[in-house]
């Protein structure tokens, strides 16, 4: 297991122990990948899981683009038309620096 998939692992337990639930993992398409996707009571919650092992550049909170958020969004957009989910969804941001974890709730 690389340090992504060791990161990603870490944060999908963290959120499960704040009560989320797994749906999928590592979802890809062409144009965008998903993390985690997670539901929280009726809420799809599409989590982006950022790592970086120092915060010397900015950290993982400083690591997400504009055209990351683009592809996210797609990809999510995406997921829930495959699935037919008409549900309520947000965008989380899960950052873990040097093993500290922060969660963002509709981070973008």
């Known amino acids: 297991m690389n340090l992504g998939q060791l990161?990603?692992?870490q944060a999908q337990d963290y959120l499960c122990a704040q009560g989320l639930t797994p749906v999928?993992?590592?979802v890809r398409y062409p144009f965008g990948?998903?993390?985690l996707v997670m539901r929280q009571g009726g809420?799809?919650?599409f989590v982006e899981v950022k790592y970086r092992s120092s915060s010397r550049?900015?950290?993982a909170?400083?690591?997400l683009s504009a055209a990351q958020i683009r592809r996210i969004r797609a990809a999510a957009s995406h997921f829930l038309q495959l699935q037919g989910i008409n549900a309520p969804c947000r965008f989380?941001?899960?950052a873990i620096d040097a093993g500290a974890v922060e969660w963002l709730q509709n981070a973008f």
């Open 57 to 59: 550049f900015g950290g």
């Open 24 to 26: 999928a993992t590592n």
């Open 92 to 94: 989380d941001l899960v």
């Open 7 to 9: 990161a990603e692992q």
């Open 33 to 35: 990948e998903l993390d």
């Open 61 to 63: 909170l400083t690591a």
């Open 43 to 45: 809420c799809w919650v």
